[in-house]
């Protein structure tokens, strides 16, 4: 048997073991939640990350009735973010989200197109990026870079 060489950490944790800066990044998450455009699926995502130069920035999923040409939140701020600070790495990415008119928080985990941004954007600025993921029973997945959620990952057209 061959196992595969992810060295990646996946922890569940309750919120309090986190950071200050990492908990303000889940509540930033949560605030932009609130403003996602989500008609079709009423699933209202929130992402928020932090940039190497300190810059926090955030989106929610905005949705089309054209299903595909919706987009994830996460997928959202990191395309914002190559596009607008591309000197500097997303360290930190918080993911929550909520069915509209709940009060509580939904699991959410990336869906496949988004796993392979947040690889694609590992590769250029090669740096890991930290998820926290909020879940329903209000603890925080902490995923310490994509390789644990996407293994045998495509990144390479040459090998
Ligand atoms: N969605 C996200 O924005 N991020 C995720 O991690 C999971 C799914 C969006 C896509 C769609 O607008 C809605 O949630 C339901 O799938």
Not at 87 to 94: G, N, R, T
Request: proline share 4%.
């Amino acid at each position: 048997m061959t196992k595969d060489n992810t060295d990646s950490i996946f922890e569940i944790l309750d919120i309090q073991d986190l950071s200050t800066e990492e908990q303000s990044l889940i509540q930033t998450a949560q605030e932009i939640s609130e403003k996602a455009y989500a008609p079709y699926s009423n699933f209202q995502v929130g992402a928020a990350v932090k940039l190497s130069n300190g810059a926090i920035l955030k989106s929610s999923n905005q949705e089309n009735v054209s299903f595909p040409a919706g987009v994830c939140a996460e997928h959202l701020v990191l395309s914002y973010a190559g596009a607008n600070y591309p000197e500097s790495a997303p360290e930190c990415l918080a993911i929550v989200a909520r069915r509209k008119g709940e009060q509580s928080w939904a699991n959410v985990s990336p869906c496949g197109i988004c796993r392979q941004v947040i690889n694609e954007v590992e590769n250029r600025f090669k740096h890991k990026i930290k998820m926290l993921i909020l879940r329903e029973d209000g603890r925080v997945y902490s995923i310490s870079g994509i390789s644990a959620l996407l293994p045998l990952k495509f990144d390479d057209l040459n090998s």
